[in-house]
Structure formats: structure tokens, C-alpha cells
């Protein structure tokens, strides 16, 4: 086919399409059996073409090169790759004429082409090796190939598997003219990974890809290479950390900790490097072993594990050397160290000492003001352990005398630090602090509120605030057994039923008992909880918890700033807002603090920080949730609509998967709320 004649596959395209909707289309004409069929017959005139060349004719591969770019830009490249890459991998392992065949067709790909060949190409090939004898050094000679495998590949797209990363940059590391590509890739990819603009909008996804493409380039360096732009590299490694500890999502943190490890690894090989500490799971073992599944003598070697019986013979599996038969001690031991045998407590058996308990010399106060004397001045590191272990326990038995300094407690408690190693200390500090803002709640909630955004505390003390609060707020929204508060469990606030020993003093219980023996029941679904023995407890105290923490978050502190670096602290306080907001649904103040949390949303709704944007979202959701709809639309109907826009624009442009679907979550909320206004009586 010359190049001015009619494609024709373009020609019988439609005709194929045709077929196949009528239903008569032979198998072969088919998608599925054309594509592997156009791959054997490239393969039997590349056959001819190297047949040809060995009998010394001169010829040309562009009429093949149109056919697989064609068939490439169509989308058809597994099809027909699935046939030519096997064929070509093996043919090309010692034979330079088929090498050279394979450069020449792929060079001779017109640019508009050229990028679904290569993807193609990286997507099938078997390895990096395989890879490099089918392309050479066409990064090299061809603009538009460098821009793929360098650029788009690696900097513009992100939905490419490990392997493929792998193939690409163990391409560009395989030949010495190629090896300028890699280093500058790596280069590019830190500069990348190190901007805090690109930490801030790049979905998570993204950055994961950039990292592991990082960790694959560090497996390729040589140490000359790395020698000869190491303070860049340095100064890349630093910028890049600071984003990435400065983010709120500890994925990216993490991130952050181990690509800068590896880094520092790599560039200080026999001086100091960075440790961090964080969660060893499965993404951190396959980031980690990207450092090792390098080229050959270019990766780090792998230590073996070490040797347990070195220079003994191997038993077989399952057996004991020297266990054949029973010795005697005659036999093992010498005489002369009989008596030290003899002495061996190994053959004792040990007590029993799992049900054995700790004795405690020291008591634990029975007074809260005690309580408040060692918490503030004792040094008996015994005493003060037992106090904070029984500090909860003695503010929920001793509620008045806890409202007598329910404040002083609560501030004793928010700068307390511990003064042993005492197990939980976190978990049971936090405890007394809901305690006691649940016994007195309003002074309580009006100090901690206050402090929040007071000088001198640390960004831990303003966090342990919001903590609280929202614990106390879901205790006291939950459901109580006889209008007593359940003891609180701070991560888990959930509805109890009554227990047995005092159903028959229950009279909700008696009658329930008498409708369920004259009651026939086909089916019986899961128990249902009790509800609730009182009032919500919450509703009327949920002002003095949220309104404080509403205002005030715009101006900066000479130590705080919300709408600068402290945007972590501001993502929790927008996540806490959101809480309040649900577990408020009815409260008298419930419009206004739907109102003004709207408000707060709209002034913040183009945040930077993924984290912020994500609980900018959740308070969306708690006032459709939460605030009656009628009053939604008398009070905020014009916010309202601008905020559906802003959602719209959300779905489709914020980077952030979670922002995407907690913005649709939203949208359908609000089509649900106005079915339901619609269908309502008037």
C-alpha cells in the first residue's frame, strides 16, 4: 500500500461496524480475531523484510510503521501487541538485524502516533531489557518519544502500573547516552515531589506514583552520578520534606518519611541520615523494595539473614540433631562439670502466675480536692499514678463536688503532663476531661472554648480541646440507662439496652413483656435498642460548644495561626464543627448554628488543604442532615443555591477523590430534600 493511497482499514471499518451490528459478521472480521490476525501478517512481512536484508537488499518498514500506529491510536494495542511482543522479544535476544528491524519500526511511527506506540509498547514488553532491545535509543533521536517516556508518562499522568514505571525508567538507565535522560528525570520528579504547591492540589494517587518513580530512579543511580549533583539533590530532599510533614493527611506524611529516608540513604552513604518512625504496612514494604529490584550491580544488595548453626551439618525438616535416641548425662557432660548440671533450675517448672495481682501500697484519694492537691503538687510518683487512675471514676460517683471546681479540674487537667511511665496516660487523661465536662458542662465548655484560641498553648493542647469537646458532645447526645450518664467510652459512644437485673423494676419493660406474649410474630429482625430514658442532654448546652469555636478563626496569634501553617489544626477544628453541627439536630439553636456554619464554609470553600476541604464538605452534610429543610430554605435559600454550584464544581474539578464524593454525597442530599419539600402537603 503506498502512502497516498486509501487506508483500508478506515474504509472497511465502517463496513465491519455494520456487520456486526446485523449480527453476520464472520470471527475473524471481529475486534477480537481481526487485530491478532493484521499482528501475524506484520510478522510475516518484518520476516521477509529480515530475510531481504540478509540476502544484502536494501528496504523499508514505514508501510508496517503506519499499520501499528493506526491500529495503536485506535485503542487496539493489546490486540495486536499481544501477538508482536512475544514474536519480537525472542527474535531480538541475538540477532542485531532483527534489533535494528525493530528500532527502524518504531522510528518510523509518524509523531501524531507516536504516543499510543510507546504505550503500547511499555504496557507489553516483558522488562526493562526486552524494552531497550525493542526501542534503542529512540528517546534519544525522537523530540516526541523523549516527551512520553520522560514527561507524560511520568509527570502529567499517573494511572500506570509499578512495572510500567519500572520498564520506562529501566529503559532509560540501560545505555550510556540514555542515562542523562534518567538523571534529569529524577531531578524533574524531586523538584516535583518537593513543591508544596503540588503536595497541596495533587491527588494522593499522584504523589504515590511520583514517589515510586523516585525510589526506581534511586535504584539506578551510580554513586559517581550521584556525586555530581548531590547538593541539588540535598536541597530537593529538604524542601520536599517540610511539605510533606506539614501536610494533614498522615498518608502523604508518610510518604514524605520514606522517599526522604531512601534519599538520604542514597546521597549519605557513610554519614548520618534521616529516621522516621511510622506504620510498617503493606504500601511501605513495596515502596521500600523498589530499592532493590534494580538493574543488575546497580541495586542495593539485599542482606542474607544470618546463620543459626554455621558450620554444622543441616538436619531435614522436622527432626533434632542428635535426637535419635535419649542420652544419658554421662554421655553429654564431662565429669568435671557434673556439679554445675546438677545445679540447673531449667528442668523447674515454673508457677502459675497469670491470675496474680500487683500490690498497691499506695491508695488512691476518695476526694476530688485531694485529687487536685497531688495532681498539682505532690511528688509521690505512686501517688499521682493512682490518682489519675481513679480520677474518672471519682468525678462521675461525686458530681456535685465536681461542679464545686468543675473549671480549676478542667484546667489542671488540659496542662498536666505525665510525670511516670504510666500505661494509657493519654487515654486516661482525656477520660477525666470528658468526665468532667459532661458533669458540668457549660462553665466547662466556655473555658476550653476560650483557651482554643488563647496565646501559649501548643497546637497538641488545642487539639486535645476539640477532642474533648466532641467526645463529651456524643456522650451526652447518646442515650442514658435511668437518667445516669453510662461510663464513657471515648471512641465508641453507642446506645445500650437496660440490663437484666433491673428489668423488673422497669415498667417500659413489664409492658413491652405483656404486648410480645399476646403478639404473633412471623419473623423476628434484629433487637432493637432502647430509646432513650431522657432528654438529650446536649441540645441544650450545644451553643456554648460550638458558637466560640466558630469565631475568632481568622485572626492570627503571635503563636497560631489558623489560615496559615497551622492548617492541620484548622482541618480538626472544621471536622469538630461538623460533629457538633449532626449531633445538634434538635436543638433550638440548630438553624443559627446551620446558618453560621454555613457561612464558615463559604468563607473557607477554596482552601488549599485537602484535609480542610474534605470537613468543609462533612459540615455540608451535617446541616442537610440536621437543620429542618423548610428553615433551610426561609433562611439561607440564596447561599444555599451558590453552595449547590460550588459542589457541582467540586465533582468535577477538585483533585481529591474523597472531596469529589463527599461534594456528590452532598448534591444528592440536597435533591433528596427537595423531593421530599415537594411532595410534602402544602
Known amino acids: 500500500m503506498g502512502l497516498g493511497e486509501e487506508d483500508p482499514e478506515s474504509s472497511v471499518a465502517p463496513v465491519l461496524a455494520l456487520l456486526e451490528q446485523l449480527g453476520r459478521a464472520p470471527e475473524a472480521l471481529l475486534p477480537r480475531g481481526y487485530f491478532p490476525l493484521l499482528g501475524s501478517a506484520v510478522l510475516q512481512a518484518l520476516r521477509r523484510v529480515a530475510g531481504s536484508l540478509r540476502g544484502g537488499l536494501d528496504c523499508s518498514v514505514s508501510f508496517v510503521s503506519h499499520v501499528v500506529g493506526k491500529v495503536c491510536v485506535h485503542g487496539r494495542q493489546k490486540e495486536i501487541l499481544s501477538v508482536l511482543m512475544p514474536q519480537l522479544t525472542e527474535l531480538t535476544q541475538s540477532d542485531c538485524i532483527w534489533q535494528r528491524i525493530c528500532w527502524r519500526l518504531v522510528e518510523s511511527v509518524p509523531d501524531r502516533w507516536m504516543e499510543a506506540v510507546l504505550l503500547g509498547f511499555v504496557q507489553s514488553a516483558s522488562g526493562a531489557d526486552a524494552l531497550s532491545r525493542l526501542l534503542g535509543n529512540l528517546v534519544v533521536k525522537n523530540k516526541k518519544a523523549q516527551f512520553v517516556m520522560t514527561q507524560k508518562l511520568l509527570l502529567l499522568q499517573y494511572g500506570y502500573t ?67 549533583c548531590r547538593q541539588e539533590l540535598l536541597t530537593n530532599m529538604m524542601a520536599g520534606v517540610k511539605c ?3 501536610s494533614s493527611l498522615p498518608q502523604i506524611r508518610r510518604l514524605g518519611m520514606i522517599v526522604a529516608e531512601s534519599l538520604s540513604a542514597k546521597l549519605n552513604a557513610d554519614g548520618p541520615v534521616l529516621k522516621f518512625q511510622y506504620e510498617d504496612d503493606d504500601e511501605t514494604r513495596e515502596l521500600k523494595s523498589l530499592l532493590v529490584q534494580a538493574a543488575p550491580g546497580c541495586g542495593v544488595p539485599v542482606p542474607s539473614p544470618p546463620h543459626e548453626n554455621e558450620g554444622a551439618d543441616a538436619a531435614p525438616p522436622g527432626e533434632l540433631k542428635g535426637a535419635e535416641k ?26 502459675d502466675m497469670s491470675e496474680d495481682k500487683e500490690l498497691k501500697s499506695t491508695k488512691a484519694p476518695v476526694y476530688i480536692r485531694d485529687c487536685i492537691e497531688v495532681l498539682t503538687g505532690s511528688d509521690d510518683v505512686d501517688k499521682w499514678d493512682a490518682t ?13 463536688a465536681t461542679r464545686e471546681v468543675s473549671v480549676e479540674l478542667a484546667k489542671i487537667l488540659l496542662h498536666v503532663e505525665e510525670k511516670s511511665c504510666i500505661e494509657g496516660f493519654a487515654v486516661l487523661r482525656q477520660k477525666a476531661q470528658v468526665a468532667v465536662l459532661t458533669t458540668d458542662p457549660i462553665p466547662v465548655a466556655q473555658f476550653l472554648t476560650s483557651q482554643f484560641y488563647s496565646l501559649n498553648y501548643s497546637l497538641r493542647q488545642r487539639m486535645d480541646i476539640l477532642d474533648v469537646l466532641v467526645l463529651a458532645a456524643q456522650e451526652m447526645s447518646s442515650s442514658k440507662i435511668h437518667g445516669k450518664n453510662k461510663q464513657s467510652n471515648a471512641q465508641k459512644p453507642c446506645i445500650q439496652l437496660l440490663p437484666e437485673s433491673d428489668s423488673s423494676k422497669d415498667w417500659r419493660k413489664i409492658v413491652d413483656e405483656r404486648i410480645k406474649s399476646k403478639t404473633r410474630r412471623f419473623a423476628k429482625g434484629q433487637s432493637q435498642a432502647e430509646p432513650d430514658s431522657g432528654p438529650n ?23 497560631f495561626d489558623l489560615l496559615g501553617e497551622d492548617h492541620f489544626v484548622l482541618g480538626r477544628l472544621v471536622h469538630t464543627l461538623a460533629v457538633l453541627m449532626y449531633l445538634a439536630a434538635n436543638a433550638v439553636a440548630v438553624t443559627t448554628m446551620g446558618r453560621a456554619l454555613l457561612e464558615f464554609v463559604w468563607a473557607l470553600r477554596f482552601h488549599t488543604d485537602s484535609y480542610v476541604r474534605q470537613g468543609l464538605l462533612s459540615c455540608i452534610s451535617s446541616i442537610l442532615l440536621s437543620v ?15 453552595t449547590r454550584c460550588w459542589l457541582a464544581d467540586v465533582v468535577e474539578k477538585d483533585p481529591d477523590g474523597d472531596c469529589r464524593g463527599l461534594a456528590l454525597q452532598n448534591l444528592l442530599l440536597m435533591e433528596n430534600l427537595k423531593k421530599k419539600l415537594e411532595s410534602a402537603p402544602s
Do not use: M
Not at 442532654?537 to 503563636?559: C, E, M, W, Y
Open 162 to 228: 509499578t512495572a510500567v514505571l519500572q520498564n520506562v525508567l529501566g529503559y532509560l538507565s540501560l545505555d550510556n547516552q540514555r542515562r542523562a535522560l534518567l538523571i534529569k528525570v529524577l531531578q524533574e520528579l524531586l523538584e516535583t515531589w518537593g513543591s508544596s504547591s503540588a503536595v497541596r492540589h495533587s491527588p494522593v494517587e499522584q504523589q504515590q506514583y511520583i514517589s515510586k518513580a523516585i525510589l526506581i530512579c534511586l535504584s539506578h543511580l551510580k554513586e559517581p552520578e550521584i556525586e555530581s
Open 244 to 246: 510533606h510533614l506539614d
Open 326 to 351: 535419649p542420652l544419658t548425662a554421662a554421655q553429654v557432660v564431662p565429669d568435671e562439670d557434673s556439679d554445675a548440671e546438677l545445679d540447673s533450675d531449667d528442668d523447674l517448672v515454673p508457677y
Open 388 to 400: 489519675i487512675k481513679a480520677l474518672e471514676g471519682l468525678i462521675r460517683k461525686n458530681p456535685a
Open 537 to 559: 442532654k446536649f441540645n441544650s448546652v450545644a451553643g456554648h460548644f460550638f458558637f466560640p469555636l466558630i469565631q475568632n478563626f481568622d485572626r492570627p496569634l503571635s503563636t
Open 628 to 642: 429542618p429543610a423548610a428553615h433551610l430554605l426561609e433562611d439561607v435559600a440564596e447561599l444555599l443555591v451558590e
